[in-house]
């Protein structure tokens, strides 16, 4: 699934059917590559976070949770910052290591299942695999400028 | 791997971190003037009529100078200008509109930018001079190699007569006539 699809996505608790807010913010962890929580938009109360291990399924109309009590305030101001616009990867300058522009990101390719990156589209500079993925900051996604050497299949 | 750059490219250009965050941008280079070695580069926050940091890059924490940033790992590579040798801070370093003179005496033109080569090391290379009377491309701007080790202070700026032999035009040439002017240098020594 790619990000820029995913936002504004009801998420709706299944214990009793309602609605419990829309997907406002993604929550990246860039060591772990990988989408570690969400940022819901209108919520009733003070508790619009959720863990990616809290919720039941990221489905292609619904992203949904058990109930509405998996919701919880931010763990700290860090996960507050990487919810925010500021941190959101869409239409970020990607840098590589070496110090070379590579594009912008278009949208970002992830697994709905484990919530993993798989890969940055830059359009029509191209994708860039998550395996190459430095950092996530304010001012630029930060990347391997050149990928890694594949591990060699076998051996001699 | 290295490549060649001037001086004055490198303003503005921004110091990134791997954790894609900007904490300033470069303001200047900072080299030791008895040797042509570059030491490192001063930074200002973000914007042209932003403040100077008080805080200085040292060459050795720069993980790469690119064409679009400079990369630092995080912000643990910025230091106190104490980080340097004393001597690497001149009072003047700025070369830029100095009179480059021959060893023979002959007034080559005055410095609008210096030339780095920056790998793993940075040196100053050569001079952008723009060209006096003495060379047929008066007016033009060319590029002047320099001997390994040169100092780069003072009004006026000396340079081996032998030097004019290698004057280039442009940067993609520049390193082979460094590298060729630098050899010759070593075999009149020999």
């Known amino acids: 699934m790619r990000l820029r699809e995913a936002y504004g996505r009801k998420v709706v608790s299944t214990d009793d059917a309602e609605a419990v807010g829309r997907l406002d913010g993604f929550v990246i962890d860039p060591e772990q590559r990988c989408v570690v929580g969400l940022r819901l938009a209108k919520v009733g109360g003070d508790r619009p976070f959720v863990s990616w291990t809290d919720l039941q399924a990221f489905g292609t109309d619904a992203v949904t949770v058990p109930s509405a009590a998996v919701l919880r305030a931010a763990s700290g101001q860090a996960e507050e910052r990487a919810a925010s616009k500021e941190l959101q990867p869409i239409g970020k300058l990607v840098l590589g290591d070496l110090g070379t522009a590579l594009g912008k990101v278009e949208d970002v390719e992830f697994d709905e299942g484990s919530g993993s990156l798989v890969d940055f589209d830059l359009g029509e500079a191209g994708t860039v695999a998550s395996d190459r993925l430095l950092g996530l900051g304010s001012y630029a996604v930060v990347v391997l400028e050149v990928p890694p050497e594949p591990s060699a299949p076998g051996g001699p | ?170 940067l993609s040439g520049f390193g082979a006539a460094v590298k060729a002017f630098r050899e010759k240098l070593r075999e009149g020594e020999g």
């Open chain 2, 1 to 170: 791997m290295s490549v060649l750059l001037r001086a004055t490219e490198l303003e503005g250009r921004p110091v990134v971190t791997f954790a894609g965050e900007s904490p300033a941008e470069v303001k200047d280079i900072i080299f030791d003037s008895s040797t042509g070695t570059l030491l490192g580069l001063t930074l200002r926050g973000h914007g042209l009529f932003s403040r100077a940091r008080k805080d200085i890059l040292p060459w050795l924490m720069i993980h790469s100078i690119g064409r679009d940033a400079v990369m630092i790992r995080d912000e643990g590579a910025f230091q106190g200008v104490d980080a340097l040798p004393a001597e690497g801070v001149p009072e003047n370093r700025n070369v830029i509109g100095n009179q480059v003179l021959t060893d023979a005496g002959t007034d080559v033109g005055r410095v609008v930018d210096v030339i780095i080569e920056a790998g793993a090391e940075a040196e100053i290379v050569g001079y952008e001079v723009k060209a006096s009377e003495a060379l047929a491309t008066r007016g033009e701007h060319v590029l002047i190699p320099l001997p390994a080790a040169i100092a780069v202070s003072g009004e006026h700026l000396i340079v081996p007569a032998g030097a004019l032999e290698f004057v280039g035009n442009d």
